[in-house]
């Protein structure tokens, strides 16, 4: 059994308000920085997950996203692996 780091970033949909990007992007114009033109806020999970393989690995954080760490609605994510054995 190989032990993978499981990175996994969602954000919000493009096209989608996005409050707390916005809040950011004013903040940081209100402290003169320019030239930001648009800020989305998401999160990001590490996760540590034993599997045979990298697919099976993956196929197993797809469906930790679709059934509870992304809203399929309002969220994307992306997910990237690391062999950390």
Excluded: H, W
């Excluded at 209100?30 to 996760?47: A, I, K, M, Y």
């Excluded at 059934?67 to 062999?83: F, G, K």
């Amino acid at each position: 059994m190989n032990r993978y780091l499981v990175e996994i970033r969602i954000v919000p949909r493009e096209g989608l308000l996005d409050p707390e990007g916005k809040a950011v992007q004013n903040a940081l114009r209100s402290l003169e920085f320019t030239g930001v033109e648009d800020v989305r806020v998401g999160r990001l999970l590490r996760l540590e997950l034993a599997g045979a393989t990298p697919e099976e690995v993956r196929a197993r954080a797809e469906d930790m996203c679709r059934r509870l760490l992304a809203n399929p609605v309002t969220e994307d994510y992306e997910i990237d692996l690391e062999n950390i054995s």
